[in-house]
C-alpha cells in the first residue's frame, strides 16, 4: 500500500514539475519585456530598444508555428511561439506610438505598400508591421503546404526558426555599439533574457528537442553575455546619457 501512494505521490509530483516546467517555458519568454514596455511607456522614449529585436522574435516564431505543422514538438513551444507573437506586436505598438508622438517636424509618412528597402521595418504606421508579417505568414504558409512531405525543407524551417531567435540579441548590441550607451535599454530585461535562455536551453536538453532548438538557445545564452558585457562596458556614457536626459 504505501509503495503504491509512494509510487502515486511521485506521479503527482512530477506531473506538477512538468506542468511548472511548461508555464514557465510560456510565460518566462513574455517576461522580460515587460521592463522595457514599462519603461519606454514611462519615459516615453524608444530610441534605446531596437525595433529589431521584434522583427527577429517575430520571424522566428512565426517559422516556429510553421516547423511544428512539419514536425509536431511540445505544445507549450507552440504556445509560447503564439503569445510571444502577440508581445511583439504590443511591443511594436507603443513603439511606433511613441516615436510618432515625440517627432518635432512632422515627416512623410511611411509605410509597407511603398516598397522602400531604405525604411524597411522603420515605417510611421502600426498597420504597415502587421500587414509585413502577414504577408510573410501567407507566403510561408502556403510553401510549407507545399513541400510538408519533404523532410529537409522542415528540418530547415526549424533551423531557421531557432537560429533567428538565437541571434535576438544581434540589433540591440548592434544599437548598444551605435550609441556607445546602453541608455534607453532595459538591464533587467537582458537579465531576465540570459536566465530564460538558460532555463530554456537546459529544458531543450532535458525534454530531447530537436537538436536545432539547444544548440541555438546555447548560442542565444553567448549573446546574451555580450550586451551584459556591454553595459559594463558603456556604463559610464550611458550615465551621462541619463543625466543628460534628466536635465541633471
Given at each position: 500500500?504505501?509503495?503504491?501512494?509512494?509510487?502515486?505521490?511521485?506521479?503527482?509530483?512530477?506531473?506538477?514539475?512538468?506542468?511548472?516546467?511548461?508555464?514557465?517555458?510560456?510565460?518566462?519568454?513574455?517576461?522580460?519585456?515587460?521592463?522595457?514596455?514599462?519603461?519606454?511607456?514611462?519615459?516615453?522614449?524608444?530610441?534605446?530598444?531596437?525595433?529589431?529585436?521584434?522583427?527577429?522574435?517575430?520571424?522566428?516564431?512565426?517559422?516556429?508555428?510553421?516547423?511544428?505543422?512539419?514536425?509536431?514538438?511540445?505544445?507549450?513551444?507552440?504556445?509560447?511561439?503564439?503569445?510571444?507573437?502577440?508581445?511583439?506586436?504590443?511591443?511594436?505598438h507603443l513603439c511606433v506610438t511613441v516615436r510618432k508622438k515625440n517627432q518635432i517636424i512632422r515627416a512623410r509618412e511611411r509605410i509597407f505598400t511603398d516598397m522602400d528597402r531604405k525604411y524597411f521595418w522603420a515605417w510611421t504606421d502600426f498597420q504597415s508591421y502587421v500587414d509585413c508579417m502577414l504577408v510573410f505568414s501567407v507566403l510561408g504558409a502556403a510553401l510549407t503546404y507545399l513541400l510538408i512531405e519533404?523532410?529537409?525543407?522542415?528540418?530547415?524551417?526549424?533551423?531557421?526558426?531557432?537560429?533567428?531567435?538565437?541571434?535576438?540579441?544581434?540589433?540591440?548590441?548592434?544599437?548598444?555599439h551605435q550609441n556607445k550607451s546602453t541608455e534607453g535599454m532595459s538591464v533587467s530585461m537582458v537579465i531576465m533574457w540570459t536566465c530564460g535562455d538558460l532555463f530554456k536551453t537546459a529544458y531543450f536538453v532535458i525534454r530531447e528537442a530537436p537538436t536545432q532548438f539547444w544548440v541555438c538557445g546555447a548560442l542565444q545564452v553567448l549573446l546574451d553575455i555580450v550586451i551584459l558585457f556591454q553595459v559594463w562596458l558603456y556604463r559610464h556614457n550611458t550615465a551621462a546619457a541619463r543625466r543628460l536626459r534628466r536635465g541633471d
Open positions: 500500500m504505501d509503495w503504491i501512494i509512494s509510487d502515486e505521490l511521485g506521479l503527482t509530483v512530477g506531473h506538477l514539475v512538468g506542468w511548472g516546467a511548461a508555464s514557465a517555458m510560456i510565460v518566462g519568454g513574455v517576461a522580460p519585456y515587460i521592463p522595457q514596455y514599462r519603461q519606454i511607456k514611462k519615459t516615453q522614449d524608444a530610441e534605446g530598444f531596437s525595433l529589431y529585436v521584434c522583427l527577429t522574435l517575430l520571424i522566428a516564431n512565426t517559422l516556429r508555428i510553421l516547423f511544428w505543422f512539419g514536425k509536431r514538438y511540445e505544445l507549450p513551444l507552440l504556445i509560447q511561439s503564439i503569445v510571444m507573437n502577440a508581445t511583439m506586436f504590443a511591443m511594436t519533404f523532410s529537409p525543407f522542415v528540418e530547415l524551417i526549424g533551423f531557421l526558426a531557432v537560429f533567428t531567435e538565437a541571434m535576438l540579441g544581434a540589433p540591440q548590441i548592434a544599437k548598444n
